[in-house]
């Protein structure tokens, strides 16, 4: 094989301080997350160590204020962050994202009191969050949520199950969309519920095709209480926050799924240069040539679409529609530059002796998480064409 190592990817980036950011990120990938992800991942180890290290070096709340122990940095910086750690491990850069997704709630509809009192903790605290909107009988129809949460004086009794929660038992906290009021998606209100309260509890983690590292399991309400201080936004509220908050959290799917194919095309690479066949590394065959290019073409676009969207949510823009699109866009790149990377090594590429095969299993998930790729198709026809049947 080669010895030739994989070049890291030329980012434009905003400030000095961003660069220094990467630089530690790349630093902590290449020497805490690479080297143990594939047998971590194969033993089902969810490394709760890096997350530790991640919340020290204060990379767990990146887009959130400084005030409250956030990074204050742009999303166009946080993706690209993200990026590098998924590149590393998925289970790493998705759950930071769906810890940042689970922050959402309190740092954008909390009120002055609730982020003093939570958010430091949440962000750079050692906290690890996980977010509650899927059921059991309601994923893409996700306004059809059953969990219920009655009123009882200054407190709140839920009682329902959530499912496809990652970090489901695992969690610090959790951020419940619960329904309140009517049926639909007017009744719904957000609720941020410690990890350890009493009568929630986990049912055994799924066991999945890839990141097998991530725990995912449904989350048991059986009469919790919270208070009505930990109500996030006001009654009826829930379902527009969880809506906004899938907006930023897509984009931050579009970067893990960048990050994985990124890393497939880099051993895909590196493989080629140095696979004999017929006297000369496979990497002079144009047929494979013409594979590596497209693959690299494939990522380069999804990570500007992903940008594009970031640059205008740090604008304070509409960017919903691209938001979508760069979920659908990276995911279902991700799925095909894995795929090609398997195709590139071979018989390799199918055994667990090289890395291909689990970015093709991981890779598949991203694709359904956060809104279906068909759902991010009807998102964006909506904003082309109108609502449905109108």
């Not at 630093?27 to 992800?37: G, L, M, S, W």
């Not at 309601?138 to 407190?155: C, F, N, P, Q, Y």
Request: net charge negative; proline share 4%.
């Amino acid at each position: 094989m080669s010895d030739r190592a994989p070049q890291p990817v030329e980012r434009e980036l905003p400030t000095d301080e961003a660069r220094d950011l990467i630089s530690l990120v790349r630093d902590i990938a290449q020497h805490e997350i690479a080297p143990k992800a594939a047998a971590e991942e194969d033993a089902g180890h969810f490394p709760r160590e890096v997350f530790t290290l991640l919340s020290e070096s204060g990379l767990l709340g990146l887009p959130y204020d400084s005030e409250y122990g956030g990074g204050e940095q742009p999303y166009e910086v946080y993706l690209q962050v993200l990026e590098e750690l998924a590149a590393a491990r998925l289970t790493v850069g998705l759950g930071v994202s769906v810890h940042t997704l689970a922050s959402y709630g309190l740092a954008t509809y909390g009120t002055k009191q609730q982020q003093v009192e939570h958010l430091p903790a949440m962000l750079g605290g050692g906290l690890l969050g996980a977010y509650c909107l899927s059921e059991p009988s309601s994923g893409s129809d996700a306004a059809s949520l059953r969990t219920k949460a009655v009123r009882d004086g200054d407190e709140w009794v839920i009682t329902g199950t959530k499912a496809w929660i990652t970090h489901g038992g695992i969690a610090d906290f959790y951020t419940v969309m619960a329904r309140t009021g009517e049926d639909g998606p007017r009744g719904i209100t957000a609720f941020l519920v410690p990890g350890d309260a009493e009568g929630l509890s986990a049912a055994a983690p799924e066991k999945k095709m890839g990141m097998k590292g991530s725990p995912t399991a449904q989350v048991h309400f059986d009469g919790v209480r919270v208070s009505d201080e930990r109500r996030l936004g006001e009654e009826g509220q829930g379902f527009a926050i969880a809506l906004s908050a899938l907006d930023s959290g897509r984009l931050g799917i579009a970067a893990c799924a960048i990050g994985v194919a990124q890393a497939a095309l880099n051993e895909a690479v590196a493989y080629a240069a140095g696979r004999q066949q017929f006297g000369h590394p496979i990497s002079d065959f144009q047929g494979l040539r013409f594979m590596l290019a497209d693959m690299a073409t494939q990522i380069e676009a999804g990570r500007a679409l992903y940008l594009a969207a970031a640059r205008l949510r740090d604008a304070g823009r509409p960017f919903a529609k691209l938001a979508a699109m760069a979920k659908l866009h990276c995911t279902d790149t991700a799925m095909k530059v894995t795929t090609d990377a398997v195709q590139v090594l071979g018989g390799y590429g199918y055994t667990a002796d090289f890395p291909v095969e689990r970015y093709m299993r991981e890779a598949k998930v991203l694709q359904i998480v956060e809104g279906t790729n068909q759902i991010q198709r009807m998102v964006i026809a909506r904003h082309l064409a109108g609502p449905e049947g109108r």
